[in-house]
């Protein structure tokens, strides 16, 4: 939320964001080709983050990174990145609630803030999907036991342990088949992702939020060849609507009103207001509030129709009273029964395009998605908005 002018609610122990940016978000690449690593994705917003509010390594005082695929070693990974960028004095920690990792980095290193622990951290958010593939880091996932309750896959309030285990995909198949989301309607909402995305890079909007590095330049070649540096966006969505289902042979779901699966890290400098006024320095937005909620896991795609009123609440807003909504576009069906269900105007949710065009590097998407909240507000001159996704084995979470 942007803060107004001599606002009677603020603290000195407000978390206010000081800085944001973002690398480009780029579809996986396959071997033999190169891709990015994961030290490399991560040095280059830690690094871009401090140089923003010219921050000398030493004010921070911890790093949260929010990671999924990259298992035990994304401790270590984390560990080198911040002793390359920030030195061995600065500590870090990485942290996995699914889809809404980098989320949680950023409500953690807010939380640390209010409470007086620390003035200054960083929360960021990570994947490499090129490398840490879903079915190396995930396997064949924990046994459970198919008798342990109510395990028909027709019951999708199902609360059986055998739920847990269903497929991303079907959980998609799923919603839609449970709130009657039409194919027709899901290709719709993808085009317009798409669409949202296209515009919003030709007209420089994003430009703000990535590093300034090459190859991650607004000024790259591969501006003027029409082509975008958030590699998935489609000019050209004719073919949405021929692609066959990816899931079921009866489904809705495809892959053009699918998430892509992405390489990206994200970064968001936080700071209490008492050290961001002694400094000077410009705050983009305040931090008001965080929810989690649990919801059945063989729909869990509906978690920010209950996640988000739940933040509201503790912030003691109504959905109508936000300016701009960042949902994230895990699959067609599942945002569009949110954006319905909770009667959010189409003009205020994902203004800039979703997932669904930009990619989904899962570690990295609440934290992207603040970035690109934050920026926009600043952009329209400040406002309330609110980040959220749904969150796999039957979560939402939301922040205002």
């Known amino acids: 939320m942007m803060p107004a002018p001599n606002d009677p609610n603020e603290s000195q122990n407000d978390a206010v964001i000081v800085s944001v940016c973002r690398t480009p978000l780029t579809r996986r690449v396959k071997p033999p080709s190169p891709s990015p690593t994961s030290e490399t994705l991560l040095t280059s917003v830690i690094s871009s983050s401090i140089s923003r509010c010219n921050l000398p390594p030493s004010s921070i005082q911890d ?17 080198v990145a911040v002793i390359k960028t920030l030195g061995y004095k600065v500590p870090v920690r990485t942290t996995n609630r699914q889809c809404a990792s980098g989320l949680q980095a950023v409500s953690d290193v807010a939380c640390l803030i209010r409470s007086g622990q620390i003035e200054c951290g960083l929360a960021v958010g990570y994947e490499c999907m090129s490398t840490n593939t879903m079915e190396n880091s995930f396997g064949d996932g924990p046994d459970v036991e198919e ?6 896959e027709a019951n999708f309030e199902s609360e059986s342990l055998d739920a847990i285990m269903t497929p991303m995909g079907q959980t998609s198949e799923n919603v839609a088949a449970k709130f009657d989301i039409s194919r027709e309607e899901q290709d719709a909402f993808s085009v317009s992702s798409h669409r949202k995305a296209a515009a919003a890079w030709d007209e420089r909007r994003f430009d703000y939020e990535l590093i300034p590095s090459s190859p991650f330049s607004p000024n790259n070649p591969l501006r003027k060849k029409g082509s975008f540096p958030d590699n998935g966006i489609r000019r050209d969505t004719s073919r949405i609507r021929t692609l066959p289902p990816a899931f079921s042979s009866t489904g809705t779901t495809t892959a053009g009103n699918s998430s892509q699966i992405t390489d990206g890290a994200a970064c968001v400098c936080l ?3 008492r050290m961001a006024e002694s400094k000077n320095l410009p705050i983009l937005a305040a931090f008001v509030s965080y929810a989690v909620t649990g919801v059945p896991p063989r729909i869990m795609g509906i978690g920010p129709a209950t996640a988000i009123p739940a933040a509201l609440k503790v912030a003691g807003k ?16 599942q945002a569009k029964y949110c954006v319905d269900f909770l009667k959010i105007p189409e003009e205020k949710v994902n203004v800039n395009g979703g997932a669904i065009a ?17 920026a926009e507000l600043g952009r329209r001159g400040g406002g309330l908005g609110v980040v959220s996704m749904c969150v796999g ?5 939301a922040c205002v």
């Open 63 to 79: 790093v949260c990174i929010g990671n999924v695929l990259g298992g035990s070693a994304a401790a270590v990974t984390a560990r």
């Open 358 to 374: 930009m990619g989904h590097p899962l570690g990295c998407t609440g934290a992207r998605l603040v970035v690109t909240l934050v």
């Open 318 to 333: 109504e959905v109508s009273d936000v300016d701009l909504f960042e949902i994230n576009e895990a699959f067609a069906s």
């Open 147 to 152: 008798d342990d309750g109510d395990d028909d």
């Open 271 to 273: 700071m209490s207001r």
């Open 393 to 397: 084995t039957g979560m939402g979470a």
